[in-house]
T-cell receptor, first 113, second 109 residues
Framework: DADVTQTPRNRITKTGKRIMLECSQTKGHDRMYWYRQDPGLGLRLIYYSFDVKDINKGEISDGYSVSRQAQAKFSLSLESAIPNQTALYFC????????????FGSGTRLTVV | GEDVEQSLFLSVREGDSSVINCTYTDSSSTYLYWYKQEPGAGLQLLTYIFSNMDMKQDQRLTVLLNKKDKHLSLRIADTQTGDSAIYFCAEWGSYIPTFGRGTSLIVHP
């Protein structure tokens, strides 16, 4: 099993729909993150969580919300999807030291039509 | 905020060496990383270097760090077509890692 599992892998949804992307990890890390990747823009941080009770906005949090259901689970929601949220979404985890960097999931490719 | 810069594209011939460069601004960076992203996949940690090191070598990979100039490089010796990917530079300083936009390495036969 992968260390960081994201579901679904691909999703097509309509404008205005609510959608949830899920992430679970088996690394035992406290810290979890959601990023989106757009061609030429690299990775942009949406939300991050340092533990179950600590959730923080990243640089592009508008239009998104998150829930940290447990140490191992961190979900991302788009309350009312819009076409410019079409992107590749990555979940990642890390320990507190940073020594081993991030462990990324395989990504969710989301298309909003 | 802190910034990490890298060129967007690099094209090399198979068998040559590739050098991907990165500059960063956070003087408190503790770790600096290189990640590799193959098509359709997530990012995988390729290698990292601690900020008090100048160089790290791992098989075909050599990482050089010039802390004074805040410059990081990744050299891939004997580049193969399987090395074609996007390479991200990242730094971990005081809070949240910062990523560059990624360098697409294209390897020609």
């Amino acid at each position: 099993d992968a260390d960081v599992t994201q579901t679904p892998r691909n999703r097509i949804t309509k404008t205005g729909k609510r959608i949830m992307l899920e992430c679970s990890q088996t690394k035992g890390h406290d810290r979890m993150y959601w990023y989106r990747q757009d061609p030429g823009l690299g990775l942009r941080l949406i939300y991050y969580s340092f533990d179950v009770k600590d959730i923080n906005k990243g640089e592009i949090s508008d239009g998104y919300s998150v829930s940290r259901q447990a140490q191992a689970k961190f979900s991302l929601s788009l309350e009312s999807a819009i076409p410019n949220q079409t992107a590749l979404y990555f979940c990642a985890t890390s320990d507190r030291t940073g020594r081993f960097g991030y462990t990324f999931g395989s990504g969710t490719r989301l298309t909003v039509v | 905020g802190e910034d990490v810069e890298q060129s967007l594209f690099l094209s090399v011939r198979e068998g040559d060496s590739s050098v991907i460069n990165c500059t960063y601004t956070d003087s408190s960076s503790t770790y600096l990383y290189w990640y590799k992203q193959e098509p359709g996949a997530g990012l995988q940690l390729l290698t990292y270097i601690f900020s008090n090191m100048d160089m790290k070598q791992d098989q075909r990979l050599t990482v050089l760090l010039n802390k004074k100039d805040k410059h990081l490089s990744l050299r891939i010796a004997d580049t193969q077509t399987g090395d074609s990917a996007i390479y991200f530079c990242a730094e971990w300083g005081s809070y949240i890692p910062t990523f560059g936009r990624g360098t697409s390495l294209i390897v020609h036969p």
